[in-house]
Nanobody, 123 residues
Framework: VQLQASGGGLVQAGGSLRLACAAS????????VGWFRRVPGEERAVVAT?????????YYIDSVKGRYTISRDNAKSTVYLQMNSLKPEDTAVYYC????????????????WGQGTQVTVSS
């Protein structure tokens, strides 16, 4: 599985962005997917995860609950992260990752990674 993340950019506080993680390869629906972020000086950390197939199970870290929404479109082999009410502290490089096992995604050790996309939120 190859992953391509896109959609980052510069936005003012309170604004919105939608990140997309497009996958190539077969059986994308069999993979759980997560969005992660890294700020300078810190390790890459989970932001949100979505389970395989219908994506019935989602998880968010507390700081983004109610502002971010993760979703998937298996027909397009793409997972999205809708980010609303952005704050300066959301500034980071965002990555997507995928694994057949949700637990690996939740532990931030998925088998496959996309490249990062920079999100910058100005105050």
């Amino acid at each position: 599985v190859q992953l391509q993340a896109s959609g980052g950019g510069l936005v003012q506080a309170g604004g919105s962005l939608r990140l997309a993680c497009a996958a190539s390869g077969r059986s994308f629906s069999d993979y759980s997917v997560g969005w992660f972020r890294r700020v300078p000086g810190e390790e890459r950390a989970v932001v949100a995860t979505i389970s395989s197939r219908a994506g019935s199970s989602t998880y968010y870290i507390d700081s983004v609950k109610g502002r971010y929404t993760i979703s998937r479109d298996n027909a397009k082999s793409t997972v999205y992260l809708q980010m609303n009410s952005l704050k300066p502290e959301d500034t980071a490089v965002y990555y997507c990752g995928a694994d057949r096992y949700l637990t690996q995604v939740q532990r931030a050790v998925p088998a496959y990674w996309g490249q990062g996309t920079q999100v910058t939120v100005s105050s």
